[in-house]
């Protein structure tokens, strides 16, 4: 039995990240709205996005980016010294329709996360989800509005991402344990 199995490659991933910024320009067309990108890979997966959203409509679209070490409930558990990324939101979330940006969705507790590290910026009009891999296995009520790509998995396995900006190409591959 072969311990990993690709996914997505990279002509995949763009396209589904092609289709995701037509939806989101199709529900938002660009206005009072930002996306959010979770450290490390949905702040490029939000920034190829809006370079997308750009492409489309020739429309500008706002991206920042949170790390949500210190909110996550279980960063003691994770190590005794963080690695605490940059937070950067170069604009007023207030009255705006957030995006949220993830690489997998898996039991929701990181986007929990980003949520109250968002809401403490302000108060968002809406925050919305975009994520490009669903694994499910939810702990929390907590569901994408933009989806790539959904995969059955089971829990003892693992959804890697690899984006060429930090991993040097795009490709998604599934580990089996």
């Known amino acids: 039995m072969e311990k990993s ?4 490659e990279a002509v995949e991933i763009d396209r589904i990240l092609k289709r995701m910024a037509y939806e989101i320009l199709e529900k938002h067309k660009g206005n009072n709205m930002a996306l959010v990108g979770i450290h490390t890979r949905g ?27 210190l909110y996550r409930d279980d960063w003691t558990q994770l190590s005794a010294q963080p690695v605490v990324k940059t937070t950067d939101i170069p604009f007023s979330v207030e009255g705006k329709k957030i995006i949220l940006v993830d690489d997998v969705l898996y ?24 994520v490009l891999i669903d694994r499910g296995h939810r702990e929390l009520p907590i569901q994408s509005t933009y989806t790539g790509h959904c995969v059955r998995t089971e829990p003892s396995e693992t959804v890697n991402v690899m984006l060429k900006e930090c991993d040097g190409e795009d490709r998604v591959v599934l580990e089996k344990s």
């Open 107 to 130: 039991t929701g507790r990181t986007i929990r996360a980003a949520m109250d590290a968002i809401i403490d910026y302000g108060r968002p009009a809406r925050i919305e989800l975009a």
């Open 43 to 69: 702040v490029f997966l939000a920034r190829r996005l809006r370079d997308n959203i750009r492409a489309f409509e020739e429309t500008e679209v706002l991206v920042g980016e949170i790390d949500i070490t």
């Open 5 to 8: 199995q690709t996914l997505l």
